[in-house]
């Protein structure tokens, strides 16, 4: 089963994201174990700083699919919970009153993608696989997919990517301002935690300049919660429309 492990390191959480059956596919539980963990960290006024990261050299392969039923009803109480379980992990990471930095190894895809960009920032190997991968197996973006890729990377790679299924690596990433740098693969954890450290110096300013970042350069276009629920029904009538694969 899945879980999600968070280790202080001095001043800088890190947030493990451990499911390598599945290359760290989510599940609602992980979902709500994540937004917890968050909880912890915001308590924590020692911690300055927040890393995400995958275990086994792979950051997230999106929801974990073994979990989905095709042609089921989205609506019905437990599924409707189970999926917004995930979609506010997101939420909450972007919330943390720490500043947030993603460790990209392997692939980020679909939620994977959502939870990178949910960070204030990403380090990225070379060889990353990024990609929103919804339409390619028949799914409506969630999460509120278009709202935080654009307010990253801007219109026209969200377009690219999410309606048009393009898949980049890191260096690309980089190039279209998805991802701060792409390093060898060896040193993307590394970096990111030297960037984390040098915020973690002092967690009571690290947590004010953050707050003040997301207030002064908050994504355009409607609200991140209210894209949320946005792209929910579409999304929903989606999957049960899918015939199974």
């Known amino acids: 089963m899945g879980q999600v492990h968070l280790e202080k390191q001095g001043g800088i959480a890190v947030l493990t994201v451990d499911n390598v059956e599945v290359k760290n596919g989510l599940t ?16 924590d006024p020692a911690i300055g700083a927040a ?8 950051f997230c392969s999106g ?3 073994r979990r989905w ?3 089921s009803d989205q609506a019905e109480d437990k599924t409707y919970k189970e999926l917004g379980a995930v979609y506010q992990a997101f939420r909450r990471v972007g919330t943390l009153q720490v500043p947030t930095i993603a460790a990209v190894r392997g692939a980020a ?3 994977g993608i959502n939870l990178a960009l949910a ?4 380090i990225v190997s070379e060889t990353a696989r990024l990609m929103a991968g919804f339409l390619r197996i028949g799914l409506h973006p969630g999460g509120g997919y278009f709202t935080i890729s654009s307010r990253t990377a801007g219109r026209e790679a969200t377009a690219a990517m999410g309606l048009f299924g393009e898949e980049i690596d890191g260096v690309r990433a980089a190039e279209i301002g998805l991802a701060w740098k792409a ?8 970096f990111a935690l ?25 994504p355009p276009g409607i609200g991140w919660e209210a894209a949320l629920h946005f792209e929910r029904a579409t999304q929903m009538w989606s999957q049960r429309r899918r015939e199974t694969a």
């Open 194 to 218: 030297e960037l984390a450290g040098r915020a973690a110096k002092d967690p009571e300013l690290a947590r004010e300049a953050t707050r003040s970042f997301r207030t002064e350069a908050g």
């Open 183 to 190: 390093v060898p693969d060896d040193q993307v954890e590394e």
């Open 109 to 111: 895809v679909g939620a």
């Open 69 to 71: 039923t095709a042609g």
């Open 51 to 58: 890393v995400v990261l995958g275990k086994g050299g792979t």
């Open 28 to 43: 609602p539980e992980m979902g709500m174990q994540l937004s917890e963990l968050c909880d912890d960290v915001d308590s």
């Open 119 to 122: 960070t204030d920032l990403r």
């Open 63 to 65: 929801a974990d699919r």
